[in-house]
């Protein structure tokens, strides 16, 4: 799908996204400044900038095989962890300072067991999460936040004051605010951007210096004033876990729909909430992280009610026609949510595409025509 | 609970979902019992275990029949606190596993649409309840662990059309083993205790509570005495499948707390005990022992079988007979609680080894190996658990450091289809020869 | 309005020319190496058997298969799936499932009452279920497709055959034949093995009677019995299953040019 819109800001954007590092994430380090790599959403990248370090959402960007994943993961492990895993052996990741993992999900948890024993890291530390949502829940969470942040200063001789906290916490709800705007935009009835972009610059803002990407998408939205703006023949939504590769929502949109929203780990559900700044900031953080963050599948309990509530929004606030949901083989929840999500939107007569991926994108002719089809459909049904 | 399951014509009579399926699985092991009592030399083991699951299927019958509260729930979920609460419960893919999944069940569950790369326990859980084989419970405790998809299968059935609005409570599982993490968890028991009270209508009794724990902490005394037994050269018994899956039937799928099972469990303790006393091998001619580090594997008659008559190869232990349990200090509410925290947390097979870090199933693998003098260890490397398979690292190494030959399969433990006994047979026979096991005892 | 459909698929090229509502003419061939190639090939195949001097007598041509989009000739293109459906219920139009088993790939698609696609579900990653699987095992029976599908159709006690892929399968049926296992029975075994498949693609889309057939593999009467077998229904024939996506194409060719005039 052809964007006119000209914006170096959103080149910058896109690049980074593309690979591992970026001329702003390298500079950072050059002047002293520490990377540390979060392995999942879970983690509270606040807690990290506090700290002063740079949280990094970590991916595999530009991996080409999982050789080096075979002695550790078997082919019933996904994808997502074998590439990464053997991007870190291949020392791709070896611009970390440290990694943070949760407990996720059943890969990602034995994916930081591997990760700690085989591949150089410095530091590293281990969040439990909980699989449920509840006050109870939060105090627990709250608790490992607390050793989490004990556990950094310790490691880096910082201190995280609960000002430090506060302002990154700030700082964050910033980024979120901006990216909320951008969505914004794309309610329009010719969006200034595809989707595919649209991951592209949320993908960027998880490994780019705040400050730098803060005006990079300031840049950005300004940019999209002047936008001619794309006509789409149909507008979806894609509802996913933590899909981090464009090409994936490009090879959708070259066959005429418009992505023009989502519900994504690295899009929407980012950015939808901002972490409260009333009060302890560490049980603002745990509430949001817990009780506030749009849940995905991980998270026992919320997925339910969120689900109606973002179909209703995506329909009635961005005139979504059909949604496409993706999932990489071998993930549980998302498996089942699939099949959630079809129940939901046949209740609701909208046309429902799911879809099935490993983390490197392959048999992208195989993924048009499925998406060619569904987007068939949705015009078709417009004509009866 | 009168209802009637999707896909049923219009022209049937309205039936109660679940009730025909569960007086089969009554009738089936009536005819077990049966076909034993007539046999010419009837085993009491086997007799006590069809009766006293034939009590659980019929008390479930009732339930359904006459319309009275009904738990859906799992095994790791402190089913102790059901009986003294006086709840009737059921997991609702145990007669499906234990009696096997018919082809039309298999099927059935290829037609649930969710991907084929799921565990096949989980596939028919999935099945049952959008099938209607299982009745709709009065309230549900969802167990999230140990797996990613124990938690998204909750959920779906919280989806499945007759099962939307049904109450449910959600056990958190702590990760770790630490005195914060029972406790934590035991916090997580009192607040399922009020959930209970609230939407079946039924009190705790704690000084049942007292009476059910102390007969589970006899049963586990009574197991621990079996597995000890086993550690005998040669072992006393055949392949521990089979009794793996009566001692862990008995002790976590059935009412909690009966002195039969003690019983039961004790004579197969005593039969094996008389045996190693006179050296009688299980297998004749043992030559082989293995670890099988995992569950029960549904398909296991024909592999047990081929293994003793080709190989003269016994499986002497498996997780699901292993596991360690700890004696619960019944003094008080909390010690209790704890104590029942610490059992879900660490004394339910496969969660044991599953739940939390890597360690717990390397140390098991460590102790076993050594206790029961085993020379090889089997991973079956089952598709549902996603993070034991990303755990063979650390096998390889325990097993190098152990000097002990290790094999890592891929199955299905639930679904026979997945690898065919040919090829696993195929696997292990290339996987003995080459390590030369089996020669030279 | 005169039009065309041509679908390029894997195995052979199709095509289709309309004249309104009427079937002008219908035309096969095998697949080249070039889809382009393929499709001229079909196309003029088609345009001689309606008596058509050359494809400027045409008002429109769509395009469908998966080699659609390599080709210069074809004024637009739809994706296989909705051509299916559409060609399928223009034959049938008490279709509510359409079965596609072609040359690489298969795919299972509900309709809605007026025909157009509901929801569908491929399998595009493996031969298994495929003209292709048939392809192999009719060469390791040493005869051609209908033999094959004559063999399967002679026994009653189909073998099981436990191997998924395609590759391995072959091997499992030659151990089989040198077991001694009864040719028609190994045969039968086949089927039944893509017909599971096929039933376990056909229950995540959801069985709505009355179900078709389309694609080459239409032809293989053991197939579409075994389907009738299993899902204990009778599957509607259709005239010329194979075209079925090349006709669906030109349906939507005619509706371009009625739009376009």
């Keep these: ?384 | 609970m009168s209802d009637t399951p999707a896909g049923t014509p219009a022209s049937a009579p309205a039936t109660k979902r679940g009730l025909e399926r569960f007086r089969m699985y009554a009738e089936g092991k009536r005819a077990m019992i049966t076909m034993i009592e007539e046999s010419p030399d009837p085993n009491p083991v086997l007799l006590g275990f069809f009766k006293l699951m034939l009590a659980d299927d019929e008390r479930i019958v009732d339930c359904i029949e006459n319309d009275k509260p009904l738990l859906s729930t799992w095994y790791g979920n402190a089913n102790e606190i059901c009986a003294a609460m006086d709840i009737q419960a059921y997991c609702l893919v145990d007669n499906i596993l234990h009696l096997g999944p018919t082809q039309e069940d298999l099927d059935g569950m290829d037609a649930v649409p969710i991907p084929a790369d799921m565990c096949g326990l989980i596939k028919m859980g999935a099945y049952a309840v959008e099938k209607g084989l299982v009745p709709v419970p009065t309230a549900m405790i969802a167990m999230l662990e140990p797996c990613d998809a124990q938690s998204a299968l909750h959920e779906a059935w919280m989806n499945t059309p007759g099962w939307e609005g049904v109450p449910t409570f959600a056990l958190d599982p702590a990760y770790g083993a630490t005195g914060w993490d029972y406790d934590y968890f035991a916090g997580e028991l009192r607040r399922m205790i009020t959930f209970l009270e609230d939407h079946v209508g039924r009190k705790m009794d704690w000084d049942r509570l007292r009476e059910v724990i102390e007969a589970t902490n006899k049963q586990y005394e009574a197991w621990a005495e079996y597995n000890e037994c086993r550690r005998a050269v040669p072992c006393p018994h055949p392949s521990s499948f089979p009794t793996s899956d009566l001692c862990w039937g008995l002790t976590q799928h059935i009412v909690a707390g009966q002195p039969e099972v003690v019983d039961v469990i004790t004579m197969l303790a005593g039969d094996a005990a008389a045996k190693v006393k006179a050296g009688v091998a299980g297998v004749p001619g043992e030559r082989i022992r293995i670890l099988w580090a995992d569950l029960v594997p549904f398909w296991h008659g024909p592999l047990s079988e081929w293994l003793a008559s080709e190989w003269q190869a016994n499986v002497v232990m498996d997780f699901q007979g292993y596991t360690p349990y700890e004696h619960i200090d019944t003094s008080t509410e909390d010690s209790m609680l704890v104590g029942l925290a610490k059992r879900c947390l660490n004394e339910v097979p496969m969660i044991r080894q599953a739940r939390g870090s890597v360690d717990a199933m390397i140390e098991d693998i460590t102790r076993i190996t050594k206790d029961y003098t085993c020379d090889c260890v089997i991973f079956p490397g089952h598709v549902g658990h996603k993070d034991q398979s990303a755990s063979v690292g650390f096998l390889r190494e325990a097993c190098r450091d152990l000097k002990i030959p290790l094999l890592i399969l891929t199955v299905d433990n639930f679904d026979p289809r997945f690898t065919p006994i040919e090829e696993l047979s195929r696997q292990i026979f290339e996987f003995f020869e080459a390590h030369g096991l089996g020669e030279g005892r | 309005m005169i039009v065309a459909g041509v679908d390029l698929g894997s195995a052979t090229g199709k095509a289709v020319i309309l004249d309104d509502d009427r079937i002008l003419s219908m035309h096969v061939v095998r697949s080249t190496i070039k889809p382009e190639k393929t499709g001229l090939l079909a196309l003029e195949g088609a345009l001689k058997e309606a008596g058509l001097a050359s494809p400027d007598r045409l008002d429109f041509i769509m395009g469908t298969g998966y080699g659609r989009r390599s080709a210069a000739f074809i004024s637009d293109n739809m994706s296989e799936i909705t051509c299916h459906a559409r060609g399928a219920f223009w034959w049938q139009p008490t279709a509510r499932t359409v079965v596609d088993v072609g040359g690489q790939d298969c795919k299972v698609i509900s309709l809605a009452d007026d025909g157009r696609v509901a929801t569908f579900v491929m399998n595009d990653k493996c031969a298994a279920g495929t003209g292709k699987f048939f392809e192999m095992m009719a060469r390791t029976f040493d005869c051609s497709l209908d033999e094959f599908a004559e063999l399967s159709l002679q026994s009653d006690k189909p073998a099981k055959i436990t191997k998924q892929c395609s590759v391995f399968a072959e091997s499992e049926v030659i151990t089989l034949i040198n077991e001694g296992i009864d040719q028609a029975d190994i045969a039968a075994g086949l089927v039944d093995s893509i017909v599971r498949r096929l039933i376990a693609m056909i229950h995540r889309v959801g069985l709505e009677p009355k179900l078709v057939i389309t694609g080459g593999c239409a032809k293989n009467e053991g197939l579409v019995r075994g389907l009738e077998r299993a899902l204990g229904q009778e599957i509607l024939r259709l005239p010329a299953p194979q075209l079925a996506g090349a006709l669906g194409a030109a349906l939507f060719a005619r509706d371009k040019a009625a739009k376009a005039s």
């Design chain 1, 1 to 384: 799908m052809r964007n006119e819109l000209r914006s170096t800001a959103l080149e910058e954007l896109k690049e980074a996204a593309a690979c591992l590092t970026n001329p702003a994430l390298e500079e950072w380090k050059s002047q002293g400044g520490k990377v540390i790599g979060c392995m999942y959403h879970f983690v509270p990248e606040e807690i990290i900038t506090a700290a002063g370090a740079m949280p990094y959402r970590m991916r595999a960007t530009g991996s080409t095989g999982t050789e080096l994943s075979e002695a550790r993961f078997t082919q019933v492990n996904c994808s997502f962890v074998r590439h990464l895993f053997d991007s870190g052996m291949r020392g791709d990741q070896a611009f970390l300072d440290g990694v943070v993992s949760a407990n996720n999900c059943d890969h990602v948890r034995r994916l930081y067991d591997n990760w700690v024993a085989k591949v150089p890291t410095g530091y590293s530390h281990f969040l439990v999460f909980p699989k449920k949502s509840g006050p109870e829940q939060v105090g627990a969470y709250r608790m490992r936040l607390a050793a989490f942040r004990e556990s950094l200063e310790q490691h880096f001789g910082v201190e995280i004051s609960d000002e430090k906290l506060r302002a990154a916490i700030t700082l964050h709800n910033q980024s979120r605010a901006l990216q909320r705007r951008l969505y914004e935009l794309r309610r329009s009835a010719t969006p200034p951007i595809t989707g595919a972009e649209a991951l592209a610059v949320m993908v960027a803002g998880t490994c780019i210096p705040r400050e730098r990407y803060h005006g990079l998408l300031k840049q950005l939205i300004t940019d999209c004033a002047g936008a001619p703006g794309i006509d789409a023949p149909a507008r979806v939504m894609v509802v996913g876990g933590e899909l981090d590769e464009p090409a994936f929502i490009e090879a959708i949109e070259s066959q005429g729909g418009l992505v023009v929203t989502d519900m994504l780990g690295y899009g929407y559900r980012a950015c939808a909430k901002d972490v409260g700044t009333d009060g302890d900031p560490l049980t603002a953080l745990a509430r949001y992280q817990v009780l506030e963050r749009p849940a995905d599948p991980r998270l026992f309990g919320r997925t339910t009610e969120e689900r109606e509530h973002y179909i209703t929004r995506a329909v009635e606030d961005f005139g979504v026609e059909g949604v496409v949901s993706v999932r990489l083989m071998q993930c549980d929840h998302w498996g089942f949510e699939q099949t959630n999500l079809m129940r939901s939107l046949r209740k609701r007569k909208i046309p429902y595409l799911a879809l099935e991926i490993e983390y490197v994108l392959g048999g992208v002719g195989q993924l048009r025509t499925r998406a060619q089809a569904f987007l068939e459909s949705i015009v078709e049904a417009r004509n009866v």
